[in-house]
Structure formats: structure tokens, C-alpha cells
């Protein structure tokens, strides 16, 4: 199911994954990458990066509010290629085709008083778990698809996706150090067969359950970013739809993680060999390794603000305070929106203490 269950959270401690959804891997590592290139350009002998530059005073005068040290270049623009449709809204009609019996099987929604409930449900209900109930479009839906699945609260690549129209493509902790002005994504590419043009404009477009938002007054940087959803002939080499009729194609409990620079192979969230409670197997885009490289970051440029921020007792404090307090709005706008969305929690009281026990590789 590549996601972890909600009652897992609390043993997590920053090492283990939430979500390993490709989409979801891809995002954190774009992050890790980012942090990465930061670092880079701020050692001696100071290397220049064709994709980031450092902000100067007179960018910082221009955007008062965005008052980072980094940003992606003006030029470059990212693109986003899914050799299948996102699992939620996006997928719900390709979801329904391929089943046996179409009927879908129900499931009772979550009742925790951290949800928002939907505007367009029943006041009481919340998001839906994978393919409950398909009469339902449009709508925020709960990780895994099956319903013999421990239960989760991570949200859908569907909505997720969603949400980085607004919030872009940064993390909390990787927006604490870089604008999210230019990080957002401008393409989403799937293949000709995943792509349901009025799925996609249901779940991503603005004219679709996006249209109630109201992005007026965002500061910092952040704005409704929507990307534009492309079809390609063009499919991933490995996909059910690629192999021979004879040839069973399954999927595999591993996730491959990539950058430039580095590689990580995960099982379970965690790097392969390694137990879920060893905190030497959290890996490089673990709250706990991220964590770790924006205080070295911040340490290397000697920002005192930022170090404050970073150096706070518990990583769930380094997201709150002003210096948060943009991302947060645009945060609350869309989910707000969108209805249903069960935060996630449980995992934000592990200690700034606890990165100096083990490193991440």
C-alpha cells in the first residue's frame, strides 16, 4: 500500500516515511535536491547552479515578504511526467473501468474532529478511503485504495498535487530557505490512456472544486499556480499496459529513490536492510533527514532567523511562528476548499535532540 497507518505515526520519530507513493517520492526528493543545490553553491569554491540562485538585499527590498536566502531561477520551469494517473479524483473513472463488478464497496468515513468537513457531503462527512463510494466525485480521498488495507490519513496524489498548486512544490522546512515564487510545477504529463480530461479538470482545474478559492491576500511568495495536464503517447516501459499479455506484471514493495547526486532503495518507508525503529535507516527525504540538512544549511549561511526556526524543540514547532504564517494560510484556504482533509498527525513531536543520535546516511 506504500503509505503508513495512521496509528503507526507516533512510533515514526521523523524516520519513516508516511507516504511512498511515486509522486509523493519524487516531490520529497525534488526537496532533498533543492537543499542539496543550497548547500552546494553556499561551500567554497562557491559553484553557480543553472537552476538556484542566492537572493540579494535588492530581491529582498523588491519582495518584502519573501525574505529567504534562496530561489529557483526565473528561467527554469519543472514539469511533472506520471506513468499512471494519480490515485484519487484524478483516477476515480479509470479506477471504475477496470474493475469486474463496478459496484463499489463502502466504507464508514473517518469521524476524527481534525477533519474539515466537505461543503458539497453531508455536513458530517469526511473524506472517503481509495474507491468508496464512486458516486462521489470530486471529493478528498483517504490512502490505500483497498479496503482490507490498514486505514490512513495521507490524502491522494490527486489532492496532494492539488494542494502544490498553491503551497507550491516546497516543503515547510525547505520553504524556510527558499522562495516558493518559481517552485511550482507547470505540467503534469500522462500517458494518452490515464488521462481523463474532465477527471483531471474535476480535480486540478480551477473551474473545477477549486473554484470557491479565494487566493487574494496571499503574501510571501504564493499564489494559485495551476499547472496545465498534457497527454503523451509515450509509456513507462514497465507498466501493465507495456508487457505482453502472457508476462504478469506486479508491483514491487520497493520504491527507488534518485537525484543527481545520490540514490536510496526504500522498503517500508525506511532504506532497505533496515528496521522501521532504526533511526539509521531514516532516509535522505525523512523528516528526520531533511530536518537535519536545513540546520546545516542555515548554520553554513549563519542566518540567526532561520536557525531559530530550525533549532526549535520539536519539528512540529519549526512549523508554526510567523515565518510559517503565509504557507499556513494558503494551507488552510485550499483544504478549507477542497473539505474532508484529516490531518495527518503524529508525528511532529520528535525532539531536536534526537537528530544527533544517528545520522541519516
Not at 478559492?213 to 509515450?234: C, D, E, I, K, M
Not at 501493465?240 to 534518485?258: D, G, I, Y
Amino acid at each position: 500500500m506504500k503509505c503508513l497507518p495512521s496509528n503507526k505515526l507516533p512510533h515514526a520519530h521523523g524516520n519513516i516515511l508516511h507516504d511512498w507513493h511515486a509522486e509523493i517520492i519524487a516531490i520529497r526528493a525534488f526537496n532533498r535536491y533543492l537543499l542539496d543545490q543550497c548547500l552546494l553553491i553556499s561551500t567554497p569554491p562557491y559553484p553557480t547552479s543553472p537552476f538556484i540562485r542566492q537572493l540579494t538585499s535588492q530581491d529582498h527590498a523588491k519582495s518584502p515578504s519573501e525574505q529567504q536566502p534562496f530561489t529557483i531561477r526565473d528561467h527554469v520551469s519543472i514539469h511533472m511526467y506520471c506513468s499512471e494517473a494519480p490515485c484519487g479524483d484524478a483516477s476515480m473513472e479509470l479506477t471504475m473501468a477496470l474493475q469486474p463488478d463496478a459496484t463499489p464497496w463502502t466504507s464508514a468515513p473517518p469521524t476524527l474532529q481534525t477533519a474539515i468537513p466537505s461543503p458539497s457531503l453531508e455536513p458530517t462527512t469526511l473524506s472517503l478511503r481509495g474507491r468508496s463510494n464512486f458516486s462521489h466525485l470530486g471529493i478528498v480521498r483517504a490512502k490505500p485504495s483497498r479496503p482490507d488495507a490498514p486505514p490512513t490519513h495521507s490524502k491522494s496524489c490527486t489532492d496532494k498535487l492539488c494542494l502544490k498548486q498553491a503551497t507550491s512544490l516546497l516543503s515547510s522546512t525547505t520553504s524556510l530557505l527558499m522562495s516558493p515564487r518559481n517552485a511550482y510545477i507547470k505540467t503534469l504529463v500522462l500517458p494518452e490512456s490515464q488521462l481523463v480530461a474532465g477527471a483531471c479538470e474535476r480535480a486540478f482545474a480551477p473551474t473545477g472544486r477549486l473554484k470557491e478559492l479565494n487566493a487574494g491576500g496571499w503574501t510571501g511568495g504564493y499564489a494559485l499556480n495551476p499547472f496545465t495536464v498534457q497527454p503523451t503517447s509515450r509509456e513507462f516501459t514497465w507498466t501493465r499496459r507495456a508487457r505482453p499479455a502472457a508476462e504478469k506484471a506486479v508491483p514491487s514493495n520497493l520504491s527507488a529513490v534518485w537525484t543527481p547526486n545520490w540514490q536510496e532503495t526504500l522498503i517500508g518507508g525506511v532504506l532497505q536492510g533496515r528496521k522501521q525503529t532504526d533511526p539509521r535507516g531514516a532516509s535522505r527525504i525523512s523528516r528526520r533527514g531533511m530536518w537535519m540538512e536545513a540546520i546545516r544549511l542555515a548554520g553554513q549561511l549563519g542566518i540567526p532567523a532561520v536557525l531559530d526556526v530550525l533549532r526549535k524543540k520539536t519539528y512540529g514547532d519549526t512549523k508554526t511562528g510567523e515565518e510559517v504564517e503565509s504557507r499556513e494560510r494558503v494551507k488552510s484556504d485550499v483544504r478549507r476548499v477542497l473539505g474532508g482533509w484529516v490531518v495527518n498527525a503524529g508525528d511532529d513531536d520528535f525532539h531536536i535532540s534526537d537528530l544527533n543520535s544517528t545520522s541519516p546516511p
